[in-house]
């Protein structure tokens, strides 16, 4: 699986997903073709789904919030008779590269739980329907759903059947899920997890597992019902105009960079290394969110959040060996603070909530990135409120200190804003500064008082905002050896390293399936027992079951 | 490595540990035997240590707490010059089985827990004093105690050196500690664990790496003032006479079953599982806990315990291939109580509170063991109190409905005491009552109001303190069917499995080490660039360095 994945669709491109407008309420469909598999060698049977099914999902789910104010509730069903989603596709699994299957499921994982942040973001809720067989990855679409409703017939149910049928984990949310977000009894859990043909009818919602079961006859009705009365309590705009996400501007050139038009992305295949440089913004801020709108997707705040998750995406599937991503800014510090301020006193105004909440959305989406991430701050550069948010997302940060001969650059400071209190929540639901500081948490307080204000390195270090603050003689040297060095260790004991010290802490939910889910699905993705020649995968299909290793671990 | 793995030691056979009393404080010395590995192939060189030296630890923090009631402060020290502790021992783990790297770690993880655990329930301190180097594993053994004391010399340093240098994480806690315990700002963590050499003198003090810098002249003096001052604020008895903890009578018979004086583990190779019975008490129970306490390590609940812990682990590390552990008891119900009850109405007895919190450990140790774990409630058992918790910590339980044929005994009844709603927290800090009810908090309510009263089946079922309740006819073979099929899945998943759904709710940092750390580690465990031909662990000490694939995943 060599091809370059773009994480760029839109919906005149859509091969899986079709969606009915229908005033507040979205139906959408899924319907995915057999022929549309993103590599050769498998088809997308039974609603089957693999990394292009859910690269068109987050995309319409995306779409749903900013072209689709009017929208506030999503209904999702399937589009097949009889079934509602066979969860992935198995064949592809079994084919996949480690590295492709762990970074699949991370993107799926992250898109399940867009459909959770429209609702606590942005009162848009995700209503699942479920008619037909509603397998694994199938019924974990449901399960990242508000609202499960089950039709009751003779073959319509939920099922978790990946570990007696597969030998791997539900791992796209679903163990977690059923015990912490539906909180079904743990043994009823454990019973669920080893029923091949999962629960239908009464069981079904007797253990939690859906929050209404309706008579067949009367299960488009209702569902419409419940469409409506969710969207009685939203509180998204009725009568405000979308804003259209254009085909984003963008450039690759032979070495793998890629240029946008406020972010670069550039490879050094020879260190193993990828710099990204996000640039300020060219002019002044709007005056008003009604000017920002009328801009839309080219809107600076928006199209730079953009092109950075894009860059992220590409980089994370399609550049496994560039182990170390480097952050940089440059710009005019105030111009860019403007630019955020705009959006942080509009809060009320749907599309500035918008903005704000896709930004958090990113910056999770950094964390958690299995590469090491550093920033540099150098002179010249525009730290401050939504950017400075990078630095406490980073591995480590290095920052300029004085004068350098011959940079006549202003002088680097980090600047923070109201924003790093509150508006960029991590995944553990603290700040990245109450995280940084766990142990000191009245240095949060400290720092509440120098918003605004610039702080250059020696201010910025003492406040323990920086790793390191280096003058003109050392910068040069400090900075390549600790490259150099970051590009000597083993890349697996990197992501380990950085998956735990990343998230100090408490744990939630979100935290929980990244952490402790994701890292017991990676283990067994390494298993013989499921990927080895004669493991579940590779059995799956052949009339034969995986032959086991039955030591326990 | 197949030899057999005896978790019984005793001071007499100590090779690796020393120790010094002096009053209300212990002097504990490390002082590896390079010749007294476990196994052949490599020597405890520079205080490494491998699964033999922690078995010792283990024995001699459990008999500071039972056989010395008088000990307040244990300061934790090297008797080697230079070196305080080199961390697991390398050759070791580049030589053994994953199984086996796993549940080493996992039982050092546990013994490292109750350090802790001797302050929180007990008022026993550990101090680490630290001369030498510190480094790995050796670290992590501080970190585990309340307070870190480092002599200010130019060789003393602390170290995480696992990533740099071998390719695997410090995961025995230590990524873990140094975030949530220490409350080291995330970016300095990611500094400290990348440098081989670590960190010494003021930085370790700043980096709250350590909790004192002490001159090297003084180091000894500080120390025992130190150890003195945290002995005048502990809760424990100077006058108490400690309880010796007396060799278990143990039988081994051919086919791997062990026969204990209540406990009988009984081992079905065919079918791969294990069935452990416990006896209820032969006797009443003691009058007094002066009355217990003459008794000694004879007294029911503590030989019982004892006998339980050791059969628990004898099966983790000694038999792989026994997927599936069946809980069973037989006894009188009352008679149990009365015992359990004796120790529930003198917890201000420092022996009544030391079995408890034992009890305690132990039932962690269940929830954290990878095997399929079933509790069978026959007619004639005796789940009652501490009893009746293995009900909630198993996977899943049957029960007996109404009489069956051709048997006499007692008509089966579960009967909650005061202790499942308090005296055992899981690693989570809930009772597994408040865990298996997270979505029903009312019923736990509920459940207090029916303590002492014996829930026959269809009671036990209606409050869902069961998972099925069957009677004579289906009784044989559901059970039956539900073995043959856990006995057909793969080990691997239900070991992911059950590490994700035996732990819904909150995590605390005992249940990250064990969940978010472990999993990521085990999963590095897996990875040719630390365990592979030329990866990190076989390398080691040849001069060369791992060949790393340096893909990302």
Redesign the interface.
């Known amino acids: 699986m060599t091809k370059v994945i773009d994480f760029q669709t839109d919906p005149s491109k859509y091969r899986h997903w079709r969606i009915e407008y229908d005033g507040e309420i979205a139906n959408l469909y899924m319907d995915v073709d057999e022929q549309g598999g993103l590599f050769e060698g498998y088809e997308l049977k039974l609603n089957s789904y693999d990394l292009g099914v859910d690269i068109e999902l987050a995309d319409v789910v995306q779409r749903f919030r900013f072209e689709h104010p009017e929208v506030k509730t999503v209904v999702m069903q399937s589009a097949k008779e009889k079934v509602f989603c066979a969860g992935a596709n198995i064949r592809m699994l079994g084919g996949a590269a ?2 492709h299957k ?2 699949f499921c991370k993107f799926t994982n992250e898109t399940r739980n867009t459909f959770e942040a429209a609702e606590t973001d942005s009162g848009q809720t995700y209503i699942c329907a479920v008619k037909g067989s509603c397998a694994g990855g199938g019924y974990e679409l449901a399960l990242a759903c508000n609202y499960i409703m089950l039709t009751n017939d003779s073959t319509s149910a939920v099922a978790l059947p ?3 049928l ?4 539900p791992g796209t949310g679903g ?2 899920r059923i ?2 977000k ?10 669920f ?2 029923l091949e043909e999962g629960v239908k009818g009464n069981r079904a919602k007797d253990w ?1 597992l859906v929050d209404e079961l309706i008579p067949n006859s009367k299960f488009d009705e209702v569902v419409r019902e419940r469409a409506k009365e969710f969207a009685l309590k939203s509180s998204r705009p009725s009568d405000a105009k979308g804003v259209e996400l254009t085909p984003l501007d963008r450039q690759f050139t032979e070495d793998g960079s890629v240029s946008y038009s406020s972010v670069d992305v550039a490879v050094d295949r020879t260190n ?1 290394r990828v710099t990204i440089t996000i640039s300020g913004p060219d002019t002044d801020a709007h005056a008003s969110m009604d000017a920002f709108h009328s801009q839309g997707a080219d809107a600076y705040m928006l199209r730079m959040a953009r092109e950075l998750d894009d860059a992220i995406l590409h980089l994370r599937l399609n550049e ?4 170390l991503i480097v952050f940089k800014t440059q710009g005019d510090p105030k111009r860019m603070q403007a630019h955020e301020d705009l959006l942080l006193n509009s809060k009320d105004h749907w599309l500035a909530n918008e903005v704000l909440q896709y930004w958090k959305r990113i910056l999770k989406r950094i964390d958690l990135t ?2 090491s991430l550093v920033a540099l701050v150098e002179h010249g550069s525009c730290f401050t409120g939504v950017l400075a948010e990078l630095l406490f997302s ?4 290095y920052m300029m200190e004085d004068e350098f001969e011959g940079d006549n650059r202003e002088i680097c400071a980090i600047t923070l804003s109201a924003s790093n209190f509150e508006q960029y929540p991590m995944s553990n639901d603290l700040t990245r500064l109450q ?6 948490p009245d240095t949060v307080d400290t720092l509440k008082g120098k918003v605004g204000e610039p702080l250059e390195a020696a201010n910025a270090s003492a406040l ?1 905002l920086i ?1 390191y603050t280096l003058d003109d003689i050392d910068w040069e040297d400090e900075i390549r050896i600790f490259m150099e ?23 939630t939910m979100e935290t ?1 399936i990244f ?3 994701t ?6 993705f ?2 013989p ?2 990927v080895g020649e004669e493991g ?1 995968l590779q059995s799956y299909g052949t009339g034969r ?2 032959k ?6």
């Open positions: 480690h590295a762990v970074n990946e570990v007696p597969l030998a791997v984990l163990l977690t015990t912490d539906r909180k079904m009894r743990r043994d009823l859990a454990d019973v997890c080893s939690k193993k496994m060996e560039l182990g299995s590469r980073v591995d480590r940060s995280t940084r500081f766990l142990g000191d323990g790793t060095e970051r590009a000597s260790f083993s890349p697996d004991a990197m992501t380990a390293m950085e998956a735990n010290l990343r998230f100090p802490g408490p744990e929980r952490g402790r889910l890292a017991w699905q990676n283990w067994v390494q298993r027992n499921a579940a079951r995986g086991y290793n039955m030591g326990r671990v």
